[in-house]
């Protein structure tokens, strides 16, 4: 089973930016796109921002364009998420999955998260 460990969440004043990264256990972690997610307080899961196995190409949430960015390193299976201009509606537990290419997890399993906390 692939492990999925989140880091680097915390709290930070609006128009801050934050760089969570997210370690993946596994071999065939380059064979697969990416992908970061997000749950703030009384909703559901949703999707933030992907990248292609290459890392080629990226897509991203109408909510994260423009001021995010994720980028993947395959020898060290990570991807990261930089996030520029937070504003407190970007609250919330951040998490990161392997994605199906259009926004949907693969694995129906999560880790712990790294909680974002934007204050005004």
């Known amino acids: 089973q692939v492990q999925l460990v989140e880091s680097g969440g915390g709290l930070v004043q609006a128009g801050g930016s934050l760089r969570l990264s997210c370690a993946v256990s596994g071999r065939t972690f380059s064979t697969y796109a990416m992908a970061w997610f997000r749950q703030a307080p009384g909703k559901e899961r949703e999707f933030v921002a992907g990248?292609?196995?290459?890392?080629?190409?990226?897509y991203y949430a109408d909510s994260a364009k423009g001021r995010f960015s994720i980028s993947r390193d395959n020898a060290k299976n990570t991807v990261y998420l930089q996030m520029n201009s937070l504003n407190p509606e970007d609250t919330a537990v951040y998490y990161c999955?392997?994605?199906?290419?259009?926004?949907?997890?693969?694995?129906?399993?999560w880790g712990q998260g790294t909680q974002v906390t934007v204050s005004s």
């Open positions: 999955n392997a994605d199906r290419g259009d926004g949907t997890p693969k694995y129906d399993y």
């Open positions: 990248i292609s196995w290459s890392g080629g190409s990226t």
